[in-house]
Protein backbone atom coordinates (compact mmCIF):
# COMPACT_ATOMS: atom_id res chain seq x y z
CA UNK A 1 0.00 0.00 0.00
CA UNK A 2 1.64 3.19 -0.68
CA UNK A 3 1.90 5.91 2.11
CA UNK A 4 -0.49 8.01 0.48
CA UNK A 5 -3.31 5.21 0.42
CA UNK A 6 -2.35 4.55 4.13
CA UNK A 7 -3.03 8.38 4.73
CA UNK A 8 -6.50 8.10 3.42
CA UNK A 9 -7.32 5.02 4.87
CA UNK A 10 -6.28 6.33 8.04
CA UNK A 11 -8.45 9.94 8.00
CA UNK A 12 -11.11 8.05 7.09
CA UNK A 13 -11.01 5.32 9.52
CA UNK A 14 -10.69 8.77 12.27
CA UNK A 15 -13.62 10.54 10.80
CA UNK A 16 -16.19 7.56 10.53
CA UNK A 17 -15.14 6.80 14.13
CA UNK A 18 -15.33 9.89 15.04
CA UNK A 19 -18.59 11.72 12.69
CA UNK A 20 -20.10 8.39 11.60
CA UNK A 21 -20.09 6.65 7.58
CA UNK A 22 -23.09 9.09 6.37
CA UNK A 23 -21.44 12.04 7.96
CA UNK A 24 -18.35 12.10 6.30
CA UNK A 25 -17.22 13.37 3.00
CA UNK A 26 -14.91 12.70 0.36
CA UNK A 27 -13.74 15.84 0.22
CA UNK A 28 -13.08 15.71 4.60
CA UNK A 29 -11.13 12.92 3.84
CA UNK A 30 -8.85 13.85 1.42
CA UNK A 31 -8.53 16.88 3.33
CA UNK A 32 -7.36 14.95 6.47
CA UNK A 33 -5.16 12.97 4.67
CA UNK A 34 -3.45 15.66 2.59
CA UNK A 35 -4.44 14.71 -0.59
CA UNK A 36 -6.63 15.62 -3.19
CA UNK A 37 -10.13 14.78 -3.89
CA UNK A 38 -8.90 13.23 -7.21
CA UNK A 39 -6.00 10.97 -6.28
CA UNK A 40 -9.02 9.36 -3.32
CA UNK A 41 -10.69 8.55 -6.23
CA UNK A 42 -8.28 7.36 -8.28
CA UNK A 43 -7.30 4.80 -5.11
CA UNK A 44 -10.81 4.14 -3.99
CA UNK A 45 -13.12 4.65 -6.67
CA UNK A 46 -15.84 6.31 -4.20
CA UNK A 47 -16.74 6.39 -0.78
CA UNK A 48 -17.99 2.95 -0.59
CA UNK A 49 -14.51 1.95 -1.55
CA UNK A 50 -13.36 3.53 1.15
CA UNK A 51 -15.78 2.23 3.47
CA UNK A 52 -14.81 -1.44 1.69
CA UNK A 53 -11.20 -0.76 2.78
CA UNK A 54 -11.67 0.82 5.95
CA UNK A 55 -13.73 -2.57 7.11
CA UNK A 56 -11.57 -5.20 5.62
CA UNK A 57 -8.60 -3.34 7.15
CA UNK A 58 -10.56 -3.40 11.12
CA UNK A 59 -11.00 -7.05 10.54
CA UNK A 60 -7.87 -7.82 9.55
CA UNK A 61 -6.22 -5.85 12.83
CA UNK A 62 -8.93 -7.23 15.45
CA UNK A 63 -8.14 -11.42 13.65
CA UNK A 64 -4.73 -10.61 13.90
CA UNK A 65 -4.78 -9.49 17.59
CA UNK A 66 -7.00 -12.61 18.41
CA UNK A 67 -5.24 -15.21 16.67
CA UNK A 68 -2.78 -15.79 19.72
CA UNK A 69 -5.83 -17.09 21.75
CA UNK A 70 -6.86 -18.95 19.24
CA UNK A 71 -3.88 -21.13 19.55
CA UNK A 72 -4.82 -22.46 23.42
CA UNK A 73 -5.58 -25.93 22.58
CA UNK A 74 -6.32 -26.96 26.54
CA UNK A 75 -10.64 -25.42 26.82
CA UNK A 76 -10.66 -23.66 29.93
CA UNK A 77 -7.54 -21.46 29.37
CA UNK A 78 -9.03 -20.99 25.93
CA UNK A 79 -12.17 -19.76 27.59
CA UNK A 80 -10.44 -17.84 30.15
CA UNK A 81 -8.51 -16.19 27.58
CA UNK A 82 -11.52 -15.95 25.60
CA UNK A 83 -13.52 -14.41 27.71
CA UNK A 84 -10.74 -11.54 29.16
CA UNK A 85 -10.85 -10.27 25.25
CA UNK A 86 -12.24 -6.69 26.11
CA UNK A 87 -10.20 -6.35 29.04
CA UNK A 88 -7.04 -6.38 26.70
CA UNK A 89 -8.16 -4.54 23.73
CA UNK A 90 -4.82 -2.47 22.63
CA UNK A 91 -5.72 1.44 22.68
CA UNK A 92 -5.53 1.53 18.84
CA UNK A 93 -7.97 -1.07 17.82
CA UNK A 94 -10.62 0.49 20.42
CA UNK A 95 -11.20 2.84 17.49
CA UNK A 96 -11.74 0.38 14.98
CA UNK A 97 -13.69 -1.94 17.37
CA UNK A 98 -16.05 1.65 18.05
CA UNK A 99 -16.16 2.16 14.33
CA UNK A 100 -17.58 -1.32 13.38
CA UNK A 101 -20.23 -0.99 16.48
CA UNK A 102 -21.09 2.31 14.64
CA UNK A 103 -21.35 0.60 11.26
CA UNK A 104 -23.56 -1.90 12.42
CA UNK A 105 -26.28 0.26 13.37
CA UNK A 106 -26.28 1.11 9.99
CA UNK A 107 -26.29 -2.52 8.90
CA UNK A 108 -23.03 -3.49 8.12
CA UNK A 109 -22.43 -7.21 9.09
CA UNK A 110 -18.12 -6.82 9.81
CA UNK A 111 -18.98 -7.05 13.74
CA UNK A 112 -20.83 -10.24 13.20
CA UNK A 113 -18.23 -11.95 11.16
CA UNK A 114 -14.95 -11.17 13.83
CA UNK A 115 -17.49 -12.96 16.65
CA UNK A 116 -18.54 -15.65 13.86
CA UNK A 117 -14.80 -16.13 14.16
CA UNK A 118 -14.82 -16.21 18.05
CA UNK A 119 -17.65 -18.53 17.53
CA UNK A 120 -16.52 -22.33 16.79
CA UNK A 121 -13.33 -22.24 19.60
CA UNK A 122 -16.18 -21.20 22.08
CA UNK A 123 -18.43 -24.35 21.14
CA UNK A 124 -15.09 -26.75 20.74
CA UNK A 125 -14.30 -25.79 24.21
CA UNK A 126 -18.20 -25.97 26.03
CA UNK A 127 -18.41 -29.21 24.07
CA UNK A 128 -15.05 -30.63 25.18
CA UNK A 129 -16.26 -29.56 28.85
CA UNK A 130 -19.19 -31.68 28.45
CA UNK A 131 -21.80 -28.52 28.78
CA UNK A 132 -25.37 -29.25 28.91
CA UNK A 133 -25.94 -27.38 26.00
CA UNK A 134 -22.47 -26.04 24.00
CA UNK A 135 -24.39 -23.58 21.20
CA UNK A 136 -26.19 -21.53 24.56
CA UNK A 137 -22.76 -21.59 26.54
CA UNK A 138 -21.28 -20.28 23.05
CA UNK A 139 -24.00 -17.87 22.65
CA UNK A 140 -24.30 -16.53 26.39
CA UNK A 141 -20.25 -15.65 25.69
CA UNK A 142 -20.38 -13.83 22.65
CA UNK A 143 -23.35 -11.63 24.28
CA UNK A 144 -21.13 -10.91 26.87
CA UNK A 145 -18.00 -10.51 24.47
CA UNK A 146 -20.71 -8.25 22.29
CA UNK A 147 -21.41 -5.84 25.11
CA UNK A 148 -18.02 -6.12 27.20
CA UNK A 149 -16.06 -4.89 24.33
CA UNK A 150 -18.32 -2.26 23.23
CA UNK A 151 -18.02 -0.95 27.18
CA UNK A 152 -14.31 -1.44 26.83
CA UNK A 153 -13.75 0.83 23.72
CA UNK A 154 -15.49 3.46 25.19
CA UNK A 155 -13.93 3.24 28.96
CA UNK A 156 -16.86 1.75 30.94
CA UNK A 157 -15.03 -1.06 31.95
CA UNK A 158 -15.00 -0.62 36.05
CA UNK A 159 -17.44 -3.86 36.35
CA UNK A 160 -16.40 -5.53 33.19
CA UNK A 161 -13.19 -7.53 35.75
CA UNK A 162 -16.21 -8.19 38.18
CA UNK A 163 -18.31 -9.56 35.40
CA UNK A 164 -14.99 -11.79 33.79
CA UNK A 165 -14.72 -12.92 37.04
CA UNK A 166 -17.70 -13.96 37.52
CA UNK A 167 -17.68 -15.72 34.26
CA UNK A 168 -14.68 -17.46 34.85
CA UNK A 169 -16.26 -18.66 37.91
CA UNK A 170 -19.39 -19.82 36.54
CA UNK A 171 -17.36 -22.03 34.10
CA UNK A 172 -14.95 -23.12 36.59
CA UNK A 173 -11.67 -21.68 34.96
Not at 44 to 64: M, R, S
Not at 84 to 110: D, F
Request: proline share 4%.
Amino acid sequence: MTPKKTDILKAAIELFSKNGYKETSTKKISEVAGVSEGLLFRHYQNKEGILTAVLNFCKTEIETHLQPVFKYEHPKVLLKHLIAIPLHIPNPQKKLWNLLYQLRMQNHTHLQSIFDLIYPYLEKAFNFLHCEDAKVESDLVILFLDAAICKSCREENNQLYMVVDSLNHKFDI
